[in-house]
């Protein structure tokens, strides 16, 4: 089964890591949306949207590549890092996948170093996050994940 990951994780590289780890023994192909906005998904057979949780949601170019580049019908799964709180999270990511008539799987989220805005001056929020148990957790979510398919 060819998984792909297309993911946005630019700050410390919290929610790569987390992909990485979940994934780790797969075929797992991972896109950079930080530095590519087009990627043919057909011949994928399960697709992955992960970003870290940037204004309570997904970071805007994840759904704008999903928007224009997700194929119709297609199993979906959301992966996710926040710094102090997932807010809204996967909610547009998850309507746009509904009018794709994708298959939602699940979503995946855990903390994340965070040193954005006001966080920074006392050093950041979630040190030492994602954990191994947090890596453990994800990959024990993609294992009942493959199994459901």
């Given amino acids: 089964m ?3 990951i297309c993911y946005y994780s630019t700050h410390h590289g919290n929610t ?25 998904l057909e011949g994928y057979d399960l697709i992955g949207f992960a970003s870290g949780i940037y204004a309570f949601a997904f970071h805007p170019s994840v759904i704008a590549f999903a928007r224009k580049c997700l194929p119709q019908g297609k ?5 996710y890092t926040y710094g102090g ?4 999270g996967t909610r547009e990511i998850a309507r746009l996948a509904r009018e ?7 979503e995946f989220g855990c ?12 050093g950041g929020s979630g040190k030492g996050r994602p954990t191994q148990e947090d890596l453990q957790r994800a ?10 398919l």
């Avoid at 199993?75 to 992966?79: D, G, K, M, R």
């Avoid at 709180?85 to 809204?88: F, I, V």
């Fill in 75 to 79: 199993p979906v799964f959301f992966v």
């Fill in 111 to 122: 903390r994340g170093y965070n040193t954005f805005g006001p966080f920074r001056l006392v």
């Fill in 2 to 4: 060819k998984t792909a």
């Fill in 16 to 40: 790569l890591k987390v992909a990485k780890a979940m994934t780790q023994g797969y075929d797992t192909d991972f896109i950079d949306l930080s530095t590519q906005q087009e990627a043919s």
């Fill in 100 to 106: 794709k008539n994708a298959r939602v799987l699940g």
């Fill in 85 to 88: 709180a997932k807010g809204t």
């Fill in 139 to 148: 990959r024990s979510f993609f294992q009942e994940l493959m199994a459901k």
